[in-house]
């Protein structure tokens, strides 16, 4: 077995596209990328479910390059920051998907502005979950063009436009178009889709790199009735019976989840069939580089190909997902490519597929692909990848992983556990993770809990781990700035509670600010409004008849500073705080 290899810190040199007739003169190619929410490895035809409908997306991997060893983190931020910068995500800030953890630092360098530094037009639609206020939402971070939700999903408390909407928050939403709220009709995936198409229309005739980050399949499992109906008569955990592979139990209400997944996934099939036909239409498909990924395992319990665990968990069901890609002027199509890859090698190739310059001044985890796609070996082919999550940091040794070639050692025990506490697989013999060889190989996995220790007290120690990213109060790139719950820190699980303590990291400017406290419910009258903003503390009275759910402070002063901002509302014995709060300078 290697030694500690890591994902290199040096970015892979350039290199030359293949010489074809079609590609020769191309340096910038188009690149749409594609990324879907909590859609695991089997929520496709072309990996053996029987029952949901791809025909488009599975199609596509047929003339594709196939990454069949392709991981992401477990969840979705950590994912989405990797594939943006090429880094782990606890580098450039991103340790959750709520309770503050969900920021990536503004330093970091995105995809889009390698891209754009190279002549690009930029537009990103869908999820960003990488920050919802300034200097960290997608059109501070490169993109010419942004139209997303807030936070990890729509109809989740951070977006605070759809939350309220409850079983019809997919339909009809307000979303952010470039930092400004603007109302839209229609289905959610349809409405990101069409955008996403209009954007490629509009730069045509000039190198393009659109963003198309779908939140379906995530909760809440809402789609429109007419792909409902194509799946409401189905038994999901039938037409498995000569399958040898592992099948989880699935539970009444894990077979209608299902039943809604596949909907919804057969409505992004059908808008990625408009999408691609647009790129023929426009006579640009051949000179465009097209991937489809999905960013971690699903969600509930369905079919996953046979391997164990789902979103959340380091086992492969949970961080093994599809991974395609296509360009039709340089790579040859229908390959496989089994050498182990991951979200932190999108950027490194698309800087070389695109001749880009990659960000010279910080580490960068992940490697180009290129030479892979191109037939040729590469010497970091056994590297070593990290897995975790828990929530807020990472716990050591509980649901953490270390793969090294063949070998994956998992940790779901204590922090001074020992090694035979541990779990070990060698997942080319063992791709179920179903045979523990700790006992047996004990000198193995010794190794591999050293490695996994030099990666964990590296990782937690970065920069933007210490000094976490925060958002700017004031500024005239976002005012009035409005503060929610998803970036809210403080107390575990901040969600939609009254009662819980929760507070803002941010960087406060000089200045007068009139303020609005929105609350989940309306609160009593006749209470105390506290804010704390680092040291300065205001309060005010509230009088009045009706209970109310929005309360202003006016001309309330702030000096420059990094702060807490710690607001809240005592009346009848309770510490109520806001669902958020709107904060616009004046002067």
């Known amino acids: 077995m290697r030694g500690f290899i890591a994902f290199s810190a040096i970015a892979s040199a350039f290199c030359t596209l293949p010489q074809t007739t079609q590609a020769?003169?191309?340096?910038?190619?188009?690149?749409?990328?594609?990324?879907?929410?909590?859609?695991?490895?089997?929520?496709?035809?072309?990996?053996?479910?029987?029952?949901?409908?791809t025909p488009v997306i599975d199609h596509f991997a047929s003339e594709s390059i196939r990454f069949n060893q392709f991981y992401v983190s477990p969840v979705c931020a950590p994912t989405r920051s990797s594939l943006m910068t090429g880094r782990f995500s606890l580098r450039t800030g991103v340790r959750d998907t709520y309770?503050?953890?969900?920021?990536?630092?503004?330093?970091?360098?995105?995809?889009?502005?390698?891209?754009?530094?190279?002549?690009y037009a930029t537009g990103m639609f869908g999820k960003w979950h990488l920050g919802d206020n300034y200097p960290s939402r997608p059109n501070d971070q490169g993109f010419d063009e942004s139209l997303n939700h807030l936070s990890g999903g729509?109809?989740?408390v951070g977006d605070f436009t759809t939350f309220f909407k409850k079983d019809r928050s997919y339909f009809d939403p307000v979303l952010w178009h470039n930092g400004k709220q603007e109302a839209y009709n229609g289905y959610c995936s349809d409405i990101f889709a069409e955008a996403a198409i209009s954007f490629i229309e509009k730069n045509k005739d000039n190198p393009f790199f659109c963003y198309l980050?779908?939140?379906?399949?995530?909760?809440?499992?809402?789609?429109?009735?007419?792909?409902?109906?194509?799946?409401?008569?189905?038994?999901?955990?039938?037409?498995?019976?000569?399958?040898?592979?592992?099948?989880?139990?699935?539970?009444?209400?894990?077979?209608?989840?299902?039943?809604?997944?596949?909907?919804?996934?057969?409505?992004?099939?059908?808008?990625?069939?408009?999408?691609?036909?647009?790129?023929?239409?426009?006579?640009?498909?051949?000179?465009?580089?097209?991937?489809?990924?999905?960013?971690?395992?699903?969600?509930?319990?369905?079919?996953?190909?046979?391997m164990r665990g789902k979103k959340g968990d380091v086992y492969r069901g949970g961080v093994r997902v599809p991974f395609y890609l296509k360009y039709p002027a340089a790579f040859s199509s229908d390959k496989d490519i089994e050498t182990t890859a991951a979200h932190i090698d999108i950027l490194p190739t698309l800087?070389?597929?695109?001749?880009?310059?990659?960000?010279?001044?910080?580490?960068?985890?992940?490697?180009?692909?290129?030479?892979?796609?191109?037939?040729?070996?590469?010497?970091?082919?056994?590297?070593?990848?990290?897995?975790?999550?828990?929530?807020?940091?990472?716990e050591l040794y509980n649901n953490i992983a270390l793969q090294n070639g063949n070998y994956k050692l998992v940790g779901k025990t204590d922090y001074n556990a020992p090694i035979e506490d541990f779990e070990l697989y060698d997942i080319q013999s063992d791709p179920y993770e179903l045979n523990n060889l700790v006992s047996d190989k004990e000198t193995i996995a010794t190794q591999l809990k050293e490695e996994l220790d030099q990666y964990y007290h590296e990782l937690i120690q970065s920069k933007n781990i210490q000094n976490p990213p925060l958002a700017i109060v004031g500024s005239e790139n976002e005012n009035p700035i409005i503060l929610n719950r998803n970036d809210a820190d403080g107390e575990r699980g901040i969600w939609a509670q009254e009662e819980i303590y929760g507070k803002w990291n941010v960087h406060v400017l000089k200045g007068k600010y009139n303020i609005r406290y929105k609350f989940i419910k309306p609160v009593d009258p006749n209470g105390q409004l506290y804010l704390e903003v680092g040291p300065i503390v205001n309060k005010m009275?509230?009088?009045?008849?009706?209970?109310?759910?929005?309360?202003?402070?006016?001309?309330?002063?702030?000096?420059?500073?990094?702060c807490?901002?710690?607001?809240?509302?005592?009346?009848?014995?309770?510490?109520?705080?806001?669902?958020?709060?709107?904060?616009e300078r004046i002067d």
């Not at 807490?564 to 669902?579: A, D, N």
Request: charge should be negative.
């Open 541 to 562: 009275k509230v009088d009045g008849a009706e209970p109310v759910d929005i309360i202003e402070m006016k001309n309330v002063e702030f000096p420059e500073m990094d």
């Open 24 to 53: 020769k003169d191309v340096i910038h190619p188009n690149v749409v990328l594609i990324i879907t929410d909590d859609q695991g490895y089997g929520d496709l035809g072309v990996n053996g479910n029987p029952h949901v409908i």
């Open 213 to 306: 980050a779908f939140n379906a399949p995530h909760t809440p499992l809402q789609v429109p009735d007419e792909y409902y109906q194509q799946f409401k008569d189905i038994d999901p955990s039938s037409g498995f019976t000569n399958d040898n592979r592992p099948f989880a139990g699935m539970s009444e209400k894990d077979k209608e989840d299902a039943r809604k997944v596949y909907a919804m996934v057969k409505n992004i099939d059908d808008n990625l069939e408009t999408l691609f036909e647009k790129l023929k239409e426009l006579k640009i498909d051949k000179n465009t580089v097209v991937i489809f990924m999905t960013d971690n395992g699903p969600q509930q319990t369905r079919y996953i190909a046979g």
């Open 99 to 119: 309770n503050g953890g969900a920021t990536m630092a503004s330093e970091e360098v995105t995809i889009a502005e390698m891209l754009k530094a190279a002549g």
């Open 351 to 394: 800087a070389d597929i695109c001749h880009a310059d990659i960000p010279a001044d910080r580490k960068i985890d992940g490697h180009s692909l290129l030479p892979l796609i191109k037939g040729n070996q590469v010497d970091w082919a056994d590297r070593s990848l990290f897995f975790y999550w828990t929530r807020r940091y990472p």
């Open 154 to 156: 729509m109809g989740q």
């Open 564 to 583: 807490e901002i710690i607001p809240f509302y005592q009346t009848g014995g309770k510490r109520i705080f806001p669902f958020w709060m709107e904060l």
